[in-house]
């Protein structure tokens, strides 16, 4: 009757942790990016309204630290002016995160227009000793971009808070970003990717300022969970 009892339990143990999908919850992976232009000591991140411990991003973060997980399913994603004390969320965005996926969350914008936007990060590995670039329209002044490697037409008309994909050849190259359909670069990047990279890069600022808030190209390599 003992071993009977023993055997009962190690099934129904079993059940629990290998039956289907509603039996255990699986998790999803998220990495913040910060460019909103006015607020100086950075933002908080939040999660479901609740302060999250990781979630303070300087201006164009200093590092990319890599990717947070979560649980799957609906999680609402709040960020606010570091240290303002302020109840008033700079952008929120409610997401559906899908098991065993890959996103990056971009905050971008200015005073009363803060944006949060999040890119299933499906990159794969390019061929041939190429590099993978994602370009995401981040600047509140580009409606709509132009991308030009080394002045090669690569994505043109780029709408804000959307991305655009290419591969590009590896070495010293010059990126440069325009207003749609002008001549006059309004940002431009000296870069040099590495063979197989996979580099997300974005526009960012604002043409009327200066210093770190002006319109300027950033990237980082895409880490890896």
């Not at 971009?106 to 590995?125: A, I, N, P, R, W």
């Not at 290419?166 to 006059?184: F, K, L, M, P």
């Not at 870069?191 to 990279?197: I, R, S, V």
Request: hydrophobic share 35%; proline share 2%; with cysteine.
């Amino acid at each position: 009757m003992k071993y009977v009892t023993l055997i009962l339990l190690a099934i129904t143990l079993t059940s629990c942790l290998e039956g289907d999908d509603d039996s255990f919850r699986t998790t999803s992976d998220v990495l913040f990016v910060n460019v909103y232009n006015d607020a100086a000591g950075g933002v908080e991140f939040r999660v479901d309204n609740r302060e999250w411990a990781y979630g303070y991003r300087s201006y164009d973060n200093d590092t990319v630290d890599g990717y947070h997980a979560f649980y799957s399913g609906d999680v609402t994603f709040s960020a606010f002016a570091s240290g303002s004390g302020s109840d008033q969320a700079i952008a929120s965005s409610s997401q559906t995160l899908n098991r065993d996926t890959d996103y990056t969350a971009f905050l971008t914008g200015k005073s009363g227009d803060g944006k949060m936007v999040f890119l299933t990060d499906t990159l794969s590995t390019p061929a041939g000793g190429k590099a993978l670039i994602r370009f995401v329209n981040l600047s509140p002044d580009l409606s709509k971009a132009d991308i030009k490697v080394a002045d090669s037409g690569v994505i043109s008309n780029l709408d804000y808070l959307t991305a655009g994909y290419a591969i590009i050849d590896t070495g010293a190259t010059v990126v440069r970003a325009y207003r749609a359909g002008e001549t006059v670069a309004a940002a431009t990047l000296n870069f040099e990717p590495l063979p197989l990279g996979i580099y997300t890069m974005y526009t960012r600022g604002l043409s009327g300022r200066s210093g770190r808030d002006s319109l300027a190209i950033s990237y980082f390599l895409q880490p890896r969970r």
